[in-house]
């Protein structure tokens, strides 16, 4: 019965690699997002979506891609990974004015 | 968006009642206040929502003064499973584009 989920937990891979990571929700919410907490623990949002508008955060570089196949599914895109990208990523939904459901994250390590 | 100004860790012991403050000096009039919460290896989870005055759920209450500018999470009786960190969040209620602060490290002792 899990709300949000991702896959992969854990993610280790080389500088200038492609990776994804992926995300769902079966709560029937509009919108998704991804997150980003650095090693910091500063949580910072990256993208949010719905099936009508996406909205980036002007801070995120575009080698970063959200991809929307579905409405329950929003996936994170990352190219020529490096090694600031490592981090924990949340993905959330949420209905519209409503509060935000978290996933439990998954870390990414480059190496 | 509103900055948000919270402890960076509050120390307490098990039984007991704790406040935590956030001062939100330049909240505008159509922004809520929001809390998460966030355990080791998790995602935030949501805790309690308010615009003015009080609200309490089963997890917490939420204080809020007459002018808007600091607000007052309070958890009754914590345990040592209510070690987290704690956000206080301020903006428009489904606002795309909320921030999380640095939030306010909670740890409970014995």
């Known amino acids: 019965d899990t709300a949000v989920s991702q896959t992969p937990k854990y993610l280790v891979t080389q500088m200038g690699n492609d990776k994804s990571i992926k995300c769902e929700q079966n709560?029937?919410?509009?919108?998704m997002y991804w997150y980003k907490q650095d090693s910091k623990k500063f949580l910072k949002i990256m993208f949010s979506?719905?099936?009508?508008?996406?909205?980036i955060n002007e801070t995120v570089p575009n080698r970063f891609s959200p991809k929307s196949p579905d409405k329950a599914h929003l996936n994170l895109h990352i190219n020529s990974l490096e090694l600031g990208d490592s981090a924990v990523y949340f993905c959330?939904?949420?209905?519209?004015?409503?509060?935000?459901?978290f996933g439990p994250g998954t870390r990414l390590t480059v190496t | 968006l509103a900055k948000t100004t919270q402890p960076i860790s509050m120390d307490s012991y098990e039984g007991q009642e704790v406040n935590i403050t956030c001062s939100h000096n330049?909240?505008?009039?159509?922004?809520?206040i929001t809390w998460y919460q966030q355990f080791p290896s998790q995602g935030p989870r949501f805790i309690i929502q308010?615009?003015?005055t009080k609200v309490t759920n089963e997890v917490a209450s939420l204080f809020i003064p007459a002018d808007r500018k600091s607000s007052t999470l309070s958890l009754p009786r914590v345990s040592l499973s209510d070690t987290a960190v704690y956000y206080c969040?301020?903006?428009?209620?489904?606002?795309?584009?909320?921030?999380f602060g640095k939030g306010t490290r909670l740890h409970i002792l014995p």
């Open positions: 959330a939904s949420s209905l519209p004015l409503r509060e935000q459901y």
């Open positions: 709560l029937g919410h509009d919108t």
């Open positions: 979506y719905n099936n009508k508008e996406l909205i």
């Open positions: 330049n909240i505008a009039t159509n922004d809520y």
């Open positions: 308010g615009y003015k």
């Open positions: 969040l301020v903006g428009d209620i489904g606002d795309d584009k909320i921030i």
